[in-house]
């Protein structure tokens, strides 16, 4: 029901990038790691400085086995001040 939900906010505000990253997340725990990359794209492409977006999107992208596109994504959530991110960094990157 997540993501329907998700759906229609991004229908009433397709500039919500907050809902956009939130269908993201929930993609990414059906395991739709394509569609929650999508989504978390969106959300930084609607806010190019949404700490959290990259670091979900870099998340999916581990999960997916691309740890290279995963850390660039840490790095940058790191720099936009996402200390979790940060912490990625430096035990995986």
């Given at each position: 029901g997540g993501?329907?939900?998700f759906t229609k906010a991004i229908e009433i505000n397709p500039n919500y990038a907050k809902?956009?990253?939130?269908?993201?997340?929930a993609k990414d725990a059906l395991k739709d790691y394509y569609g929650a990359i999508s989504d978390y794209t969106k959300a930084i492409e609607i806010?190019?400085?949404y700490a959290l977006g990259f670091a979900?999107?870099?998340?999916s992208k581990e999960s997916m086995g691309?740890?290279?596109?995963?850390c660039n994504d840490w790095q940058k959530a790191s720099y936009l001040g996402d200390e979790e991110a940060a912490k990625w960094v430096g035990n995986q990157c």
């Open positions: 993501i329907s939900d809902a956009y990253n939130n269908r993201g997340y806010n190019p400085n979900n999107r870099g998340s691309d740890m290279q596109g995963a």
